[in-house]
RNA sequence: GUGCCUGUAGCUCAACGGCAGAGCGCCUGACUGUGGCUCAGGAGGUUGUGGGUUCGAAACCCAUCAGGCACCCCA
């Protein structure tokens, strides 16, 4: 194939098929986040540089970096959420704290791409900005999950952990800030390689003996959230910080049981690091029991980042969740609509004569809010106009001939079944509706 | 960014140094108020791209582009 007839590595195409599914999702997000009380907010796909610098870790290789045509340096934003700190810096005078805000977009990342992995991505983003109270991080919670009842998962589960749980772990096994950030890489991998993944992980990275045995003793711990906290507080009883972060944990799940999160959707995973270096509080992730898919979305409370702009601390709590990862799940678990278009019917054209009255009840439908697709060809056999509906998915096809004309009925014929029905023509588009 | 695997008709794949094929799909007709089923015909490929080896390359080699898997990391 010519270079040129392709798109960009790692980014997508949507045909109309796919785009169904993707608006399905989007709208039924934002149908969630509203009844939350979050509002929209978009900003710009490039940011200078500099606002991206030094915010998200050792990924920043993975910045799309360029210079416009004035000479000044600027990037794609890699996710929505320091965007969102440059606006509440930027504006914080007109804001009104706590502010929930979501946005949902493009971000890139030069990553190579793989299953789940693309290099421009949606995401939906969701943050409670200016507020430190654990009510916070379980309404985000809570909305994840009512966010993936109503796109009509099922098997889901949310990971949730404390990066202050993380620290006192590594304190409690005598290491130091250098060391912690490997041993957080190891830990999190617990799922994919086993103990003995880690701990051979662990021990070639130079960690004491002792001290990892104590942190897969820690990070193995299963079972329900409140007999992990109670075991976790128990073995870090040494650790002030660690300690406060079990009682914060504590009191999110409770407040994300009152809000009705069922207890299998949730569970504390100690072993749970996530990546970005901006996270200061709980921090979660959901995942699919399958197929396999790494994780749906991730979050977590992040109270520094927002301060980097604007001068003061904005204890903030939030989530991202990945629309290439939910589309392409909801995909192969056949979620989400099953329409292949978006017209209900295709209005036919009887024969040429007949055109300029179908064109009219075409026109009489749509007003009344049904998408109607009129056949183009006046002069094209109703067999082959019929075959077009069928095989483009269109639920219905209306037929007016002469005879229809003269008795003031149309034929909608069901392309599904093959029955069809002689209607009058001023109950037609309610048959529609209804069926 | 590193390593490995894969790119053949619209789709799924075969041919694996010697004439590029099948199934499904697509087009035409049998069926001149009605698609799907059946039957009969038909179209469609510089084998991802560019070079090289060879009498001869889809096949072997190199590069490149794209996809997948494992690292890395992440939504």
Do not use: C
């Amino acid at each position: 194939m010519s270079s040129r007839v392709q798109n960009i590595r790692g980014m997508r195409d949507h045909l109309p098929s796919a785009m169904i599914l993707r608006q399905h999702i989007v709208a039924t997000l934002v149908s969630v986040f509203e009844r939350y009380g979050f509002e929209p907010l978009q900003t710009p796909v490039i940011e200078y540089a500099e606002t991206l610098d030094g915010k998200i870790g050792d990924d920043e290789k993975l910045i799309y970096r360029f210079e416009d045509h004035g000479g000044r340096k600027v990037a794609l934003r890699y996710d929505q959420t320091v965007p969102l700190a440059r606006v509440v810096a930027q504006y914080q005078g007109q804001l009104l704290f706590p502010w929930r805000r979501y946005a949902i977009g493009q971000s890139y990342r030069g990553e190579r791409p793989g299953r789940g992995r693309y290099r421009e991505l949606w995401q939906a983003d969701v943050d409670i900005v200016g507020s430190s109270s654990p009510v916070a991080d379980a309404e985000i919670i809570a909305l994840l999950t009512d966010s993936l009842v109503a796109l009509g998962f099922t098997g889901f589960t949310t990971l949730l952990s404390h990066r202050q749980l993380l620290g006192g772990i590594a304190r409690v096994s005598g290491l130091d800030d250098a060391a912690a950030g490997n041993v957080y890489r190891a830990i999190d991998k617990l799922d994919k390689i086993g103990v003995d993944g880690v701990r051979a992980e662990l021990l070639a990275g130079g960690v004491a003996h002792d001290a990892v045995e104590r942190i897969l003793a820690l990070i193995s711990l299963r079972g329900a959230a409140d007999d992990v906290l109670a075991e976790l507080a128990q073995r870090l009883s040494g650790d002030e910080r660690a300690l406060a972060a079990v009682n914060n944990l504590q009191a999110i799940i409770s407040h994300v049981r009152a809000m009705g999160v069922p207890e299998q959707q949730f569970t504390i995973a100690p072993s749970l690091a996530r990546g970005l270096s901006y996270y200061t509080g709980s921090v979660f992730e959901t995942v699919v029991h399958n197929p396999p898919m790494g994780s749906l979305l991730g979050g977590g409370r992040y109270d520094e980042l927002i301060g980097l702009f604007a001068g003061r601390p904005i204890p903030t709590v939030g989530l991202a969740f990945g629309i290439e990862r939910l589309h392409d799940v909801m995909e192969e678990l056949g979620l989400g609509p099953q329409a292949r278009t978006v017209a209900v019917a295709l209005m036919t054209i009887f024969s040429p004569e007949m055109a300029p009255a179908s064109l009219a009840l075409a026109h009489e439908l749509r007003a009344a809010g049904l998408a109607i697709e009129v056949a183009l060809d006046p002069g094209e056999k109703l067999g082959k106009q019929l075959q077009y509906a069928d095989r483009r998915g269109m639920p219905y096809a209306l037929v007016l001939g002469p005879d229809e004309l003269a008795h003031g009925e149309v034929v909608v014929k069901d392309l599904r079944t093959g029955d069809q029905r002689r209607l009058a023509r001023s109950v037609v588009a309610d048959a529609l509706r209804r069926m």
